[in-house]
């Protein structure tokens, strides 16, 4: 069974940048497309990237495109999300989900896999 463990979040400042991670363990990422979502207070789980299974091809929502890089090191069996520029907008818990083969799903539903989320506070 695929375990994901989200890690990185933190306390920023407006301006800053964080690298979220999000460890597997029970089975090797190299056949499962990963996606990062986050949600805020009182809204609903927002997708924000997607990385293929097949050929690492990358995803990502407008709203986030140039600044959030998302990336995988099949050799470590993880995957990350790169934050830069950070916003108090972008306040929120991060979580990472995987999906076995298929193509890059952009909804929570697309998703069989989640971890428990890591907390982003952007704030000075």
């Known amino acids: 069974q695929l375990q994901l463990v989200e890690s990185g979040g933190g306390l920023v400042q407006p301006g800053g940048s964080l690298r979220l991670s999000c460890a597997a363990s029970?089975?090797?990422?190299?056949?499962?497309?990963i996606g990062w979502f986050r949600q805020a207070p009182g809204k609903g789980r927002e997708w924000l990237s997607c990385?293929?299974?097949?050929?690492?091809?990358?995803f990502y929502a407008d709203s986030v495109e140039g600044r959030f890089t998302i990336s995988r090191d099949n050799v470590k069996n993880t995957a990350y999300l790169q934050i830069n520029s950070l916003e108090p907008d972008d306040t929120a818990v991060y979580y990472c989900a995987a999906e076995a083969l298929g193509p890059c799903g952009l909804g929570p539903d697309d998703f069989d896999f989640w971890g428990q989320g890591t907390q982003v506070t952007v704030s000075s």
């Open positions: 029970g089975v090797t990422l190299d056949y499962y497309v």
């Open positions: 990385i293929s299974a097949s050929d690492d091809s990358t």
